[in-house]
């Protein structure tokens, strides 16, 4: 258990947080295109956009990282499993949904848990 996790933080690190950056600069859901990163990637300029983005990126691994594992540790309990969050509009819960990776409460949208696949099968 231990070694997923550090592979779900790998990855969130590595490959999701990027991508919720670049949503957050304007780019549409799923990041830039290759033909707009390659034009970024030409311009080959540091400005303070790129400097504050290293900060937001690392925001944003944390934010989705604590969300996680706390739907981890609530699908694990007793409870219903569901997660109050504070914002339910924050680029980490909207990823988890547009992902297909949790359900939102239908009474109330501030909780979230992660979607029941055992029930497919």
Do not use: C
């Not at 231990?2 to 799923?30: F, N, S, T, W």
């Not at 033909?35 to 691994?61: F, H, I, T, V």
């Not at 609530?74 to 988890?96: E, H, K, M, N, W």
């Amino acid at each position: 258990m231990r070694h997923l996790m550090a592979v779900l933080k790998a990855l969130i690190d590595d490959a999701i947080a990027p991508v919720l950056v670049e949503e957050d600069a304007g780019a549409a859901a799923g990041g830039f295109s290759a033909a707009e990163r390659a034009l970024k990637q030409q311009q080959n300029k540091r400005s303070l956009r790129d400097l504050w983005d290293g900060g937001r990126q690392a925001e944003l691994a944390r934010e989705l990282k604590a969300l996680t594992e706390d739907l981890l540790n609530a699908a694990f309990d007793a409870s219903s499993g569901y997660v109050r969050v504070t914002d339910p509009d924050s680029l980490a819960v909207q990823f988890l949904v547009r992902a297909d990776v949790v359900e939102i409460k239908p009474a109330d949208a501030r909780y979230v848990r992660l979607r029941d696949y055992s029930k497919k099968f």
